[in-house]
């Protein structure tokens, strides 16, 4: 599919930030959605989050990529899951989004061990210490071949959230090779490399999305954000431990569980930031 289509100047910039738009450039190619962003002629900016991304457009489709070759941050995209926001009149806010992957932060098993995460006050109760501490183990988080596994078994899938014709607020699940999905004209396609890359494109026809009437500025906001895991845990603050000698972690007994209890944290902390593009319009 070759034809001159548009790029859309990007730049990563937080919600809190002042926005900026990018000028237009002009290219001849579009995207294979194939997962391999390597095929991509948009220059693909990398945000502080450690992701890259890229974004342009015919006239006919938006066009996406997103990716990281961050083993943490691929590690909590597929823990976590991942949408992508669109908002047509160029607001921060979360109108109509692309869920991928799902994620497993809330099937059963996941939710069954985090529900024993709960901790009784703000210390560590070690050999005799005051305070407590959550009962966590070393195989509290999934393993890299497990988010592998669970990851093939979410890849034919994607979640749609408030696009025309589907717009209850819930999210609509559908696979790749149903009909009902083939008929919305959605193409996407992700790979991952366990340790090494993760990627995801797609094509979403300018058709399915929500435009207001009464807006005349020609901007549009893209976000990529994690989801939230919808967890209510009431982990220890650790910061006092983290600073102490790890003979005396050892003699009280935390240090294994408080290396858990870090990553967990680390893993559920948020990515969220915000595009701003111009010129997205048919």
Known sequence: MKKIVLIIGIAFLLSSCSKKLYNVEKVVAIPVIDGDQTEWPAKTIQ???????????????????????????????MLLGMTYWINTEGKHSKDQGISFPEGIINSDAIKQKFASLKSNGGGFRGRGGMGSMPNIDKNILPDQSKLLENFKGQSENIGLINFNGYEDGQIIHFNRSALDFESLGIMFDSKLIPGESFTFEIAIPKRLLKKSTKVKKDTWGIGIATNDPNLELNLPDSSRLDKMPARFKNKLGVSGKLEKINELKALLKPIQFWVDVSALKK
């Open 47 to 77: 945000s502080n989050n450690n992701i890259n991304y890229a974004i342009q457009q015919d006239e006919d489709n938006l066009y996406l990529m997103v990716s990281s070759f961050d083993e943490q941050v691929m590690k909590k995209i």
